[in-house]
């Protein structure tokens, strides 16, 4: 296991520990243990959405089907149209989508035709009706046209027995589109990834009920909800466990049959009541990590019977550092989703960040675009674990890496912008 490499740094870096893991360890050790969740279901097209492709999907047709008009105006063959000058050309009838011309076009003539309606047999070339004068049954046509111009070429979109869409894609409204042009009204996709999730703490309230002095309400299982769904899981929110031994126990052995994925925020540093940590030795095999991070730093991982298990931090903020960092690409390729890289930016800091080396650290961030077009990022006020209001405000996370110190305003930052997940 790699550690800390900084750990012999001096002791003004109160947080340090040199047993902890660094981040993308971290990752690699979750990444490394799990695979696609087994199981799929073929469902309607509608339904497909946000859904992950479990197979891969051929045409069985050219799309388009046939090669047609891009524009209104004149379908004719191209060689006829003059070099200089204008020329006449005869008008033999009209092509509309749906409903084709059947004749055959020759040298000098040529035919009315509608936007997707089929070329008519010997045309190759549309000209623009806005670029010809009417006369009686005649069409005149001047020399700014090009041959081919204003044609869709049947297979242009999609040729047949091309692979359109792989194992892994997670669909998107202009995948439905394209399967739809396809004619393919149901699909493959995984099976929906079962997550249930709790909080952890005799000091929390559900909404609805009275806050006592001391107590706070529970946000976690609300910003844990809806990261879930967002990433297209099915979450199965199993409340608030008091911090009781055998209330904990009951709640992880339940939640491991009926889920793929537990998750819970809280208990995992080792305060006095916390039997989270306890429980899990007994029920599970799990790795207890303090990670080289802030916000985050406690961070569970393992299984308890068939389910995966992710046990997050309870401060607000460091339960969506972590769930966004570590949970959720283990959970995409749980899902058979294909790892799409995530887009790291630089920008430049118009604010001074302040940092201890030995740690990487998540602020939080507001990304933009500045009047020459450069990125640049601020941070979003005080960045406490628990002041959830900056991860409201933010649209990206400041990564600034394990060795780095405080960071002067006007230098330049790693940024992962929020994918729409957050
Ligand atoms: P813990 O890790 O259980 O010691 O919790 C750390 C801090 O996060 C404490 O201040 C808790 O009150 C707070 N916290 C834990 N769980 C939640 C939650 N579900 N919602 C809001 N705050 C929480
Ligand atoms: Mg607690």
């Not at 050790?29 to 492709?53: C, D, H, K, M």
């Not at 047709?61 to 191209?78: E, F, I, K, Q, W």
């Not at 989703?337 to 430049?348: D, F, I, K, T």
């Amino acid at each position: 296991m790699k550690t800390n490499p900084l750990q012999h740094d001096p002791s003004c870096m109160d947080d340090l520990d040199p047993s902890s893991l660094l981040t993308d360890e971290a990752t690699r050790q979750i990444q490394s243990r799990i695979a696609p969740t087994f199981g799929f279901e073929q469902i309607n097209l509608r339904s497909a959405l946000g859904r992950v492709l479990h197979e891969d999907v051929r045409s069985s047709r050219d799309v388009p089907g046939h090669t047609n008009s891009a524009m209104d105006g004149y379908a004719v063959r191209g060689v006829d149209l003059p070099k200089e000058g204008t020329r006449s050309f005869e008008l033999l009838g009209t092509a509309w989508a749906g409903r084709p011309f059947s004749g055959e076009v020759s040298s000098g003539q040529c035919v009315r035709i509608m936007t997707g309606a089929p070329m008519p047999a010997g045309t190759d070339t549309v000209v623009i009706q806005e670029h010809v004068q009417l006369e009686d049954d005649k069409v005149q046509m001047d020399c700014s046209n090009q041959l081919g111009q204003n044609v869709r070429r049947a297979g242009e979109d999609i040729a047949k027995f091309q692979t359109v869409l792989e194992t892994g894609r997670k669909l998107t409204p202009a995948d439905l589109g394209l399967l739809a042009s396809l004619g393919i009204g149901e699909i493959k996709v995984f099976r929906k990834l079962r997550v249930a999730f709790f909080s952890t703490g005799d000091e929390l309230c559900s909404i609805g009920e009275q806050l006592e002095p001391g107590c706070v309400y529970d946000s976690n299982r609300y910003t844990l909800y809806g990261m879930l769904k967002r990433l297209g899981a099915e979450p199965i929110d199993m409340g608030v466990i008091r911090d009781r031994k055998q209330d904990t126990f009951e709640a992880f052995e339940a939640a491991a049959k009926c889920a793929d994925v537990i998750i819970t925020s809280g208990g995992v540093s080792v305060g006095e009541a916390d039997y989270v940590k306890e429980c899990l030795e007994e029920l599970g095999q799990i790795n207890f990590w303090k990670v080289a991070m802030k916000p985050g730093r406690p961070l569970a991982f393992g299984q308890i019977k068939d389910a995966w298990f992710f046990g997050l931090p309870g401060n607000p903020v460091s339960v969506m550092v972590t769930f966004y960092i570590f949970v959720q690409p283990a959970l995409r390729k749980l899902m058979g989703e294909s790892n799409a890289a995530p887009l790291h930016l630089q920008a430049r800091s118009e604010s001074k960040l302040r940092k201890k080396a030995g740690r990487t650290e998540f602020q939080r961030g507001i990304l933009s675009l500045d009047a020459s077009n450069q990125f640049t990022v601020s941070k979003t006020g005080a960045q406490g674990s628990g002041i959830l209001t900056s991860m409201s405000q933010a649209n990206c996370f400041i990564i600034l890496p394990l060795e780095a110190e405080s960071v002067e305003s006007g230098s330049m930052v790693e940024v992962l912008p929020f994918a729409a997940v957050v």
